[in-house]
């Protein structure tokens, strides 16, 4: 097989050995590969992540009977099971201990871009991994469909340092500022990281902030920043910070590279190579690590990227993690995790830690007098999502199952620690997915979504990802796009040289906040022209020569900086709006009908989940409610995939629901 034909796959995870549930997903779903991980260390919350030994024992030791275990068990009741490996490339603890006094060795969970630049690391894990892929090649080959490569935070190649200086990271940066026709310069300290120059406005709170390193319990960051954290920088201010940040991200992008090119050494190239990368999504991205996505997209030994979802609510659009049209164009599969938190998952963790119930907890809240045992009382998964029930959880594999279908993506259902996945309503939605899913996946479609939201990973690194307005200016429009009843795409802004955007009549700027001669010629080029409506995120608020210059903003948008509400200008040819704080302003509503404006095709009559291609569309409700899904042309047939109902002759359906619901449909011949 030629490694251009990215393979597609429909797969269970989990971390531990859920045997039972894995010969179901075979006998009922229809599912024959399964994600394993292997895995010598420790998850976020401190206990192992798998129920097996550790492979790499110490240095130059393998025990490769215990990586067989793994395989062989789900073999002892799925003989023709397949697999995807995953490996996880963080350090043991025997390795972050062995003779590393004076700041030498570092535990590349958390601290993944201070020893990543380390020959020595790099060589030990190489190794380790390079030993065990030629094993399972040489045992399980026939059976190994991909590795999945990890490290970092979460083994998703986050570093989780917050950019913290290493000796093996400080030369790596001088190689670097080499490299760019930079003068050598320190490491920008602690204080600079993590602040920004303008906007300090603290109005705005995320109980997620817990991740991206914000203290839950009030205390030292906020005595250390008594005036927030500075949501933006300018070139002119911040130059050497954001130089250092673009280093850090690239860095890591490089060497996710070193290791697929460490792996494609030992392996046959009809075996694929995947890892976690390119997450956008939220205020924490730029110090994690994955902001050159863009870099890592064009190493040819990649094959896949996975990212979780982002918003999986019930009743809401479900929104990846990545930048999904950057994966296409560049030639890889979007692998999307579904790990949607069902509210009967296994929460015992040991003997001595069982998460609290999610049901009970729909509200967190820190406290700067709580301990550790308290906060352990507060801290769970999948808190008000909605996945409460049966039935409710079998409509979002439903819909999720439908989204990844529409855009032609691989995905695994992940059970992390297992009891995701019990019921006789799962398990028929499970299957039912599973059947379209092997009838539809390969049938050729076109895309319809008239909606384009723009992200820009270089103007990302003007925002100072402390700051916990930084995630709004994308977390919002899309949530807010995935309730609409339109479907949208999103793009990154290099994608523009390449996207034929004829279509999409309503575009989304998301990070315009700095716009060089050649990126507003660009803008002239492809979107700001043929009558489109084009929303701008608080704007250019950066000049060309890297000042904070408030005046740009009414230069380029026509709409005065800081304005409230949602404002429009007609700029002869294109209008344009303007929205200064999204988490203000943008809802559904808001944007549903700036896209009606633009002339996009409404294809549900209310705001409800929407996702579509030029054969099928999935429409979600949370509601007891009848829509009326309206085609952009009449069809010969149109078929409800899950329920079977047929019409004929229509360009309109109705879709009743009496509670939480997801339709598929599929068109037939138009006419």
């Not at 991909?146 to 093996?168: I, K, N, P």
Request: glycine content about 8%.
């Amino acid at each position: 097989m030629s490694r251009k034909a990215k393979k597609q796959y429909f797969a269970y995870r989990s971390f531990w050995p859920e045997l039972e549930t894995m010969k179901k997903f075979r006998e009922i779903v229809g599912v024959d590969t399964f994600n394993v991980m292997i895995s010598n260390t420790a998850n976020s919350l401190g206990f192992p992540y798998t129920k097996y030994p550790p492979v790499w024992k110490w240095n130059g030791v393998y025990d490769l009977e215990a990586f067989d275990r793994q395989l062989d068990d789900i073999l002892r009741v799925i003989p023709d099971a397949k697999f995807i490996c995953m490996l996880d490339l963080n350090t043991p603890h025997w390795w972050t201990r062995y003779l590393g006094a004076f700041g030498v060795r570092y535990d590349s969970y958390y601290d993944l871009g201070k020893i990543s630049p380390a020959k020595i690391w790099r060589q030990d894990t190489a190794e380790y991994m390079q030993t065990v892929m030629r094993h399972a090649q040489e045992r399980y080959g026939d059976r190994i469909e991909a590795y999945h490569l990890g490290a970092g935070g979460a083994t998703e190649w986050h570093d989780r340092s917050r950019a913290e200086e290493s000796v093996y990271r400080l030369a790596a940066f001088r190689q670097w500022q080499k490299e760019k026709g930079l003068p050598p310069g320190d490491i920008p300290g602690r204080m600079k990281r993590d602040s920004g120059s303008y906007d300090f406005c603290t109005d705005y709170k995320d109980l997620h902030s817990y991740y991206n390193g914000n203290d839950p319990t009030g205390g030292v960051y906020t005595e250390l920043f008594p005036e927030g954290y500075g949501l933006f920088r300018s070139p002119e201010k911040d130059g050497e910070v954001i130089n250092y940040l673009r280093f850090c991200n690239e860095f890591n992008a490089d060497t996710v590279a070193y290791f697929l090119k460490k792996a494609r050494e030992v392996i046959p190239p009809t075996v694929e190579l995947g890892c976690f990368f390119g997450y956008s999504f939220s205020a924490w991205t730029m110090t994690a690590g994955h902001l050159a996505y863009e870099k890592l997209l064009e190493n040819d030994d990649l094959d896949y990227v996975t990212a979780p979802l982002t918003n999986y609510h019930i009743g809401e659009g479900s929104v990846s993690a990545t930048i999904h049209e950057t994966v296409a164009l560049h030639g890889k599969r979007m692998m999307q995790e579904f790990d949607q938190k069902i509210w009967c998952y296994n929460r015992k963790m040991s003997d001595c830690c069982t998460l609290p119930d999610p049901n009970a907890m729909q509200e967190v809240s820190w406290d700067e007098q709580d301990d550790g045992s308290e906060l352990s009382k507060k801290f769970t998964f999948g808190a008000g999502n909605g996945w409460t029930s049966p039935e409710r959880a079998a409509e979002g594999i439903k819909r999720d199952g439908a989204l990844a279908l529409i855009q032609g993506d691989s995905l695994w259902w992940f059970d992390m620690w297992g009891g995701f996945y019990q019921h006789q309503e799962v398990f028929d939605a499970l299957r039912d997915v599973k059947k379209l899913w092997d009838e539809l996946a390969k049938q050729p479609t076109v895309p319809v979504a008239e909606i384009l939201v723009v992200a820009d990973p270089e103007n990302m690194y003007l925002l100072n990802d402390l700051n916990e307005r930084c995630g709004t200016f994308l977390n919002t429009p899309l949530h807010a796009l995935g309730k609409s009843g339109l479907p949208y795409e999103v793009c990154s802004f290099n994608d523009l040289k390449k996207l034929d955007t004829a279509r999409y009549k309503f575009v989304v700027l998301a990070h315009p906040f700095q716009l060089s001669e050649e990126k507003h010629a660009l803008l002239e080029q492809k979107i700001l022209s043929s009558g489109r409506v084009v929303l701008w995120l608080y704007g250019t608020v950066i000049d060309r020569d890297g000042r904070w210059n408030e005046s740009n903003v009414e230069k380029v948008c026509g709409i005065p900086y800081a304005s409230s509400g949602v404002l429009q200008k007609d700029m002869s040819g294109w209008c344009s709006v303007y929205i200064h704080r999204p988490e203000r302003e943008i809802n559904e509503t808001v944007l549903r009908t700036l896209a009606l404006q633009a002339g996009c095709h409404a294809w549900c009559n209310q705001p409800r989940p929407v996702y579509a291609n030029s054969k099928l569309i999935c429409v979600h409700t949370d509601k007891a409610e009848t829509l009326t899904l309206r085609l952009p042309q009449k069809y010969d047939c149109v078929r409800e995939r899950f329920s079977g109902q047929e019409w004929k002759n229509t360009q309109e359906v109705k879709l009743h629901s009496t509670g939480v619901k997801t339709f598929l449909v599929q068109v037939g011949e138009p006419i």
